[in-house]
């Protein structure tokens, strides 16, 4: 299956300070990329869905000015993490889907957050 | 809203045992139907999909799932699991069309023991 790839894998960031996470699709162009939210033992929640040149479309209840989402290209969407608090420590998941296809989403193996 | 409803919360079976995990939705229209699988410290993977044609969908290492469009359900089943089975099943469902996105169930997570 294609790849999708987000880096970090893990991030420990002091309090106030700003993390960016970057979700990746390898093998394919992605115009629509989404990202959420696994708390421990818990189901993933969509934070918002990223399309390329355009806005994110945030889900209710998720601040879009504290979780910054650019997608500039076609394989590249970033989430930043503005002003962290230890509330924000979590799994952030991203997964990508082939443009234009009406496939499954891949997902990335997801970045650890952690502040402290 | 579509909603997804896993009831297992958390599974124990033995090795051999059969298996099956409940996945109910609530959405009227068309939808593509999921089961993911996350090993412990891995991202998720697919295990199956069900986007049209035949209700019986099967899927990697011995898994099938069955769409049952009356009861809006796709329950998930193995007839024997094994201990490589331990893992967080999740249950997810889209409507369909190319930028819709995925509604999640809780997870299952079963634990098989040796």
């Known amino acids: 299956g294609a790849v999708v790839s987000q880096h970090p894998s893990w991030v420990i960031c002091k309090s106030g300070t700003s993390v960016k996470i970057e979700c990746r699709s390898l093998?394919?162009?992605?115009?629509?990329m989404f990202w959420y939210r696994q708390f421990p033992k818990q189901s993933l929640m969509l934070m918002a869905t990223s399309n390329e040149g355009s806005k994110a479309t945030y889900e209710q209840g998720v601040e879009k000015d504290k979780f910054l989402i650019n997608h500039a290209s076609l394989t590249l969407s970033t989430l930043t993490v503005t002003s962290a608090h230890p509330e924000d420590s979590s799994f952030y998941i991203c997964?990508?889907?082939?443009?234009?296809?009406?496939?499954?989403?891949?997902f990335g193996q997801g970045t650890r957050l952690t502040v402290v | 809203a579509q909603s997804v409803s896993q009831h297992n919360h958390h599974v124990i079976l033995s090795e051999a045992a059969s298996l099956e995990l409940g996945c109910n939705y609530s959405?009227?229209?068309?939808?593509?139907l999921f089961w993911y699988v996350q090993y412990p410290g891995q991202h998720l993977q697919l295990l199956l999909k069900y986007f049209s044609g035949d209700p019986l969908v099967k899927g990697i290492k011995g898994f099938e799932a069955e769409f049952i469009k009356s009861k809006f359900s796709f329950n998930l089943r193995k007839p024997s699991v094994q201990w490589s089975d331990t893992a967080e099943y999740f249950c997810a469902v889209r409507k369909t069309g190319t930028a819709s996105k995925l509604t999640f169930g809780t997870g299952t997570r079963l634990q098989v023991t040796l």
């Open positions: 093998d394919f162009q992605a115009t629509t």
């Open positions: 997964s990508a889907r082939d443009a234009g296809s009406d496939t499954e989403a891949f």
């Open positions: 959405y009227g229209g068309t939808v593509n």
